[in-house]
């Protein structure tokens, strides 16, 4: 009996992760106060020589505090061009997807879990969901824009789907937005220069273009439905 009331109730492994949230949350608040989009251009052009290493370090860190994506893929566009500048975020998004990835499954993720089960129960099926629709799911999200790059990468560090399944889906299929984006900075250059609203055709499609993909790969085909409905009828 003592010996119980002498254990203390609570672990250091769960006041450490706490101490790193906080930080984390500290760290989002000074990210998002300290880095207007302006003010990145700058940084990496002061930056000179080690230019390339300031942008991929940004593309690390500035994601965390749920800085808009898309403007780093612009600077990087205006910054080195559309060759250089897909290679340079290409890594910076690969290395911050894999990190904030990391970051949600080992320190959000239990109490997150434990939270949606009890006031969501429904969120159950879609954190728990099998592999395959889980990288279904992913594939969808990296090449539809309209879903913020940051809350994917927290989102699915809740689910179940295997570190290594995640990183080739989003490896594989940020591609082409990442080439979208970076070309629109490094067109903006010219903003009078048709190039440039050629750009802008092909993010305006990249954006609709899956829109209208998901919704369609959402609807229920009429082979499975009519299947679904003999067999009700035989039953």
Avoid at 8 to 21: A, G, R
């Amino acid at each position: 009996m003592i010996d119980k009331l002498s254990k203390p109730n609570f672990s250091w492994e769960k006041l450490l992760k706490l101490i790193l949230i906080g930080l984390l949350l500290l760290a989002t608040i000074w990210i998002t106060v300290s880095f207007p989009p302006d003010r990145v251009r700058n940084l990496i052009e002061s930056a000179g020589a080690y230019g390339r290493l300031v942008y991929i370090a940004l593309w690390v860190f500035l994601p965390i505090g749920f800085f808009p994506v898309p403007f780093l893929a612009f600077a990087g566009g205006m910054g080195y061009g559309l060759i250089e500048g897909s290679i340079l975020t290409f890594v910076g998004a690969a290395l911050n997807l894999t990190f904030m990835f990391f970051m949600s499954r080992y320190l959000f993720r239990e109490g997150l879990q434990s939270f949606l089960y009890r006031k969501y129960p429904k969120s159950k099926e879609i954190l728990a969901a099998d592999r395959s629709r889980l990288n279904f799911v992913l594939a969808l999200a990296r090449l539809m824009p309209v879903i913020p790059y940051n809350i994917e990468n927290y989102a699915f560090g809740l689910t179940d789907i295997p570190f290594w399944d995640y990183l080739w889906v989003s490896l594989v299929f940020i591609l082409p937005g990442t080439f979208i984006y970076v070309n629109v900075g490094d067109k903006a250059l010219e903003p009078g220069d048709s190039s440039f609203v050629i750009s802008l055709v092909l993010l305006a499609v990249l954006v609709v273009g899956t829109t209208f993909l998901g919704k369609y790969l959402k609807q229920p085909k009429k082979d499975s439905v009519k299947k679904e409905e003999n067999h009700e009828g035989r039953d």
